[in-house]
Nanobody, 114 residues
Framework: QVQLVESGGGLVQAGGSLKLSCLAS????????MAWHRQAPGKQRELVAA???????SYADSVKGRFKISRDNGENTVYLQMNRLNPKDTAVYYC????????WGQGTQITVST
């Protein structure tokens, strides 16, 4: 059973930073694309950042220049560094990977206060 476990969420003031981690129990971790998504209350889940197995990145316009996705294949971990957070970033954040991007973590809550 593949598991993705996110950590690093919490409460932060506007302008602050957080770094999320997602540990994957996936032996083929390095072969798959990775992504972070988020879902705010009453809204659809949206793609925040993606990182291909080849190292290419892409970001939602709302987070460009503030968030950075990275991975450590030796640690089976993907990260999301989030800077200059604002209340609109408040959401549950999920990591996602695997064949056909079929595996999801349980989510971690980020709350940004004014």
């Amino acid at each position: 059973q593949v598991q993705l476990v996110e950590s690093g969420g919490g409460l932060v003031q506007a302008g602050g930073s957080l770094k999320l981690s997602c540990l994957a129990s996936l032996s083929t971790f390095g072969h798959h694309d990775m992504a972070w998504h988020r879902q705010a209350p009453g809204k659809q889940r949206e793609l925040v950042a993606a990182l291909t197995s080849g190292g290419s990145t892409s970001y939602a316009d709302s987070v460009k220049g503030r968030f950075k996705i990275s991975r450590d294949n030796g640690e089976n971990t993907v990260y999301l560094q989030m800077n200059r957070l604002n209340p609109k970033d408040t959401a549950v954040y999920y990591c996602n990977t695997g064949p056909r991007m079929s595996f999801w973590g349980q989510g971690t809550q980020i709350t940004v206060s004014t």
